[in-house]
C-alpha cells in the first residue's frame, strides 16, 4: 500500500482528499480502510495535510537537491521478472546504466536465480530459461549490489511505476532501505508529454519514431540502452523549453491523467 500511496501522491497535479486517495488504492488493496491510510499519511513526513482531509506530497528537496540535469546522474534501469504481481513473482534479471550529462559513466546487469521455475510464457518472452539462472545469485544478494549501484542517483526506466514499484517491494521484504533518492523518472511519461502526435510510446514504438535499432527486446540491457536513448532526446527537448533543473524535471513529468482516474472512479463509486 505505501509504494501506491506514494506513487499517486508524487504524480499528482493537486493535493487529493482522502476519499479520492482511498477509491485510487481500493482498486490494488480491495478491503484497505480509510483510518488505515490517514495513519501512514499523519505518521510519515513525505506527505503534508494542506487542508482537512487533502494531501500532497513534501516540498521536493525533501527527496532531492534541485540541481541542474547537467550535474545529475540518472540510472536507467530495466527489470525482468516470472510475472506482474509484486510480491508474488519474482525477478530474473537487473540491467542499469549510469549516465551524466549524456556520459556513460557505469553499467550493471546480472540475472537473477528466482528459486522456483519461470513460466513458460516468460522464458518465450524474454528467452531468459530456467538453466540460465540456475547458477544465477539470488535476489538477496543482487537487490544489495543493484541499491549501492543506484545510490545518489535518480531512477529512470520506461513505464517506471512498475520497475520502481516492483524493486521498492523487493527492499521492503529484504528489509532494505528503499532506493535513494525515493524518486522516479519516467520516459514512457515524458514521451507522452513531449512527442503528442506519436500513438505508440513504448519501447518499440519510440524505436520506430526516433529510427532506433532496437535488438533482443525484452531483455533487461537492450531495453535499457533504448531507454538511455530516448531519455537523452527528451531532455535535449525540454532544455529547449527551458526546463533545466531536477525539480523542474519532475513537476513537467506529473501526470494530469492521474487527476483524470481518479474523477472516473469517483464517478463509479458514487
Not at 525482468?80 to 550493471?108: N, R, W, Y
Not at 524518486?183 to 524505436?207: D, H, M, Q, Y
Request: charged residues 25%; hydrophobic residues 40%.
Amino acid at each position: 500500500m505505501q509504494e501506491m500511496l506514494f506513487y499517486l501522491l508524487f504524480h499528482s497535479t493537486k493535493e487529493l482528499h482522502i476519499n479520492s486517495i482511498a477509491i485510487f488504492l481500493r482498486s490494488y488493496f480491495r478491503h484497505i480502510k480509510i483510518q488505515d491510510i490517514k495513519r501512514t499519511l499523519e505518521t510519515d513526513s513525505k506527505y503534508i495535510q494542506t487542508a482537512e482531509d487533502r494531501w500532497q506530497i513534501t516540498d521536493l528537496s525533501y527527496f532531492v537537491a534541485n540541481q541542474s540535469i547537467k550535474d545529475t546522474s540518472f540510472v536507467i534501469t530495466d527489470i525482468e521478472t516470472t510475472g506482474p504481481i509484486m510480491g508474488k513473482d519474482k525477478v530474473i534479471e537487473i540491467a542499469a546504466q549510469k549516465v551524466k550529462d549524456g556520459q556513460l559513466i557505469d553499467s550493471f546487469s546480472m540475472l537473477v536465480n528466482p528459486e522456483q521455475r519461470i513460466p513458460t510464457n516468460i522464458q518465450k518472452l524474454t528467452h531468459i530459461t530456467d538453466a540460465d539462472v540456475a547458477g544465477a545469485a539470488t535476489i538477496h544478494e543482487v537487490i544489495l549490489l543493484f541499491s549501492e549501484f543506484v545510490k545518489g542517483s535518480v531512477f529512470v526506466a520506461h513505464n517506471s511505476k512498475f520497475d520502481f514499484l516492483f524493486l521498492n517491494h523487493v527492499l521492503k521484504q529484504e528489509d532494505l532501505p528503499y532506493l535513494d533518492p525515493y524518486i522516479e523518472i519516467c520516459t514512457f511519461r515524458l514521451a507522452r508529454k513531449l512527442l503528442p502526435n506519436v500513438r505508440s510510446c513504448g519501447i518499440k514504438g519510440l524505436s520506430k519514431h526516433f529510427e532506433y535499432p532496437l535488438i533482443n527486446r525484452h531483455r533487461a540491457m537492450p531495453d535499457v540502452e533504448a531507454a538511455a536513448f530516448y531519455l537523452q532526446q527528451f531532455l535535449k527537448k525540454l532544455a529547449d523549453k527551458q526546463i533545466k533543473t531536477l525539480h523542474e524535471l519532475i513537476q513537467f513529468q506529473r501526470d494530469t491523467g492521474i487527476n483524470h482516474t481518479l474523477r472516473k472512479k469517483e464517478k463509479r463509486a458514487f
